[in-house]
Nanobody, 122 residues
Framework: VQLQASGGGLVQAGGSLRLSCAAS????????MGWFRQAPGKEREFVAC????????YYADSVKGRFTISREQGKRMLYLEMDSLISEDTAVYYC????????????????WGQGTLVTVSS
């Protein structure tokens, strides 16, 4: 499976942005797809993920209530709607695929997209 993330850009604090991740290849109901981010000088961290089959979602505390993850199974598309953005959200955002169903750890994910930069200006 290859992943292609898009939708990043420059946005003012309080604004919104929608990220997309297009997947080529098969994604099974047991798989998990997620979004992670990496700020300059920091490690990659979990943002949100979704169980591909049942659609159950999970969020990091730092984004809960502001970000929404969703998917379109038929199109093999993953989305991250980001609202009420703050400067701390500035990072490169990566979409990932976990074949064994792991949720929050970088090590659980097998495939990664190339990343898309989100910059929030205050």
């Amino acid at each position: 499976v290859q992943l292609q993330a898009s939708g990043g850009g420059l946005v003012q604090a309080g604004g919104s942005l929608r990220l997309s991740c297009a997947a080529s290849g098969s994604i099974f109901s047991s798989h998990v797809m997620g979004w992670f981010r990496q700020a300059p000088g920091k490690e990659r961290e979990f943002v949100a993920c979704i169980r591909w089959g049942v659609g159950r979602t999970y969020y990091a505390d730092s984004v809960k209530g502001r970000f929404t993850i969703s998917r379109e199974q038929g199109k093999r598309m993953l989305y991250l709607e980001m609202d009420s953005l703050i400067s701390e959200d500035t990072a490169v955002y990566y979409c990932g695929l976990s074949r064994r169903g792991g949720l929050r750890l970088v090590a659980d994910y097998n495939e990664w997209g190339q990343g898309t930069l989100v910059t929030v200006s205050s």
